[in-house]
């Protein structure tokens, strides 16, 4: 049997228009997602978790508290993603920050099925990180540090990422009933798993 033949790059960069789109629908579907873990008490992973567990913890502001904790990736993320894709993951990480607070405030389930809950924040926040890499830009540092693996030695971003979240997760142990945790670890399995297969730089090209 031939080989495959490789897809033809497209040399056509997406336009600032097509950037601002993606990235605003991103942005909005990841802070809707984090919306609905909350409204359950639950968590996340990677940056995202670890704001979020923090802010449950000190009873601090989700948005400044992920803000903060993203701040000591950007160097590592400039040097090894370039200065585009910093200053386009930070615009993400502050858009998301104000999101994530404003939903929040207006956004309030009377009744929220733990099971629906955390499928529905692992298909949004899923969709709306996928939408970041393509138009190279990420969610938070941990993201980057996953798709910088994944270029160098072909392990998957989305394996990496569950990685971080097992080590957060076990942290929360100490903090959270098990079901909590239990419950959140299944959103993290959706969420990682759907990066997994759908990140392969063999099947598209980002610009």
């Given at each position: 049997m031939?080989a495959a ?5 497209n040399t056509?960069k ?5 950037d601002?789109?993606?990235?605003s629908f991103?942005?909005?579907t990841c802070s809707?997602?984090v919306?609905f873990?909350s409204?359950?008490g639950f968590?996340t ?5 670890l ?7 000190l009873?601090m502001n989700f948005?400044?508290?992920?803000f903060?904790?993203?701040?000591p ?5 400039y ?6 894709f910093t ?11 104000v999101t994530?607070d404003?939903l929040r405030d207006i ?9 629906v809950?955390t499928?529905?924040f692992?298909a949004?926040a899923?969709?709306?990180?996928l939408?970041?890499?393509?138009h190279k830009s990420?969610?938070?540092g941990?993201?980057a540090?996953?798709?910088?693996i994944?270029?160098?030695?072909g ?5 990496v990422?569950q990685?971080a979240?097992v080590l957060i997760?076990?942290a ?8 909590i945790?239990l ?6 399995l ?7 297969v ?10």
């Amino acid at each position: 049997m031939p080989a495959a033949t490789p897809v033809a790059a497209n040399t056509q960069k997406h336009s600032a228009l097509e950037d601002l789109q993606g990235l605003s629908f991103g942005v909005f579907t990841c802070s809707l997602g984090v919306v609905f873990l909350s409204q359950l008490g639950f968590l996340t992973g990677q940056s995202a978790g670890l704001a979020l567990l923090l802010s449950y913890v000190l009873d601090m502001n989700f948005g400044l508290i992920f803000f903060l904790v993203n701040l000591p990736f950007y160097w590592f993320t400039y040097k090894k993603l370039g200065l585009e894709f910093t200053i386009k993951s930070a615009l993400c990480v502050t858009a998301m920050a104000v999101t994530v607070d404003l939903l929040r405030d207006i956004i309030v389930f009377e009744a929220l099925n733990p099971l629906v809950g955390t499928l529905a924040f692992g298909a949004l926040a899923g969709v709306g990180i996928l939408a970041c890499i393509r138009h190279k830009s990420s969610l938070g540092g941990m993201t980057a540090l996953a798709l910088t693996i994944q270029d160098a030695t072909g392990f998957k971003a989305g394996y990496v990422q569950q990685i971080a979240d097992v080590l957060i997760f076990t942290a929360a142990l100490f903090l959270f009933p098990f079901e909590i945790v239990l419950w959140s670890i299944f959103g993290s399995l959706i969420l990682n798993f759907f990066i997994a297969v759908n990140h392969r730089r063999d099947r598209y090209i980002v610009h």
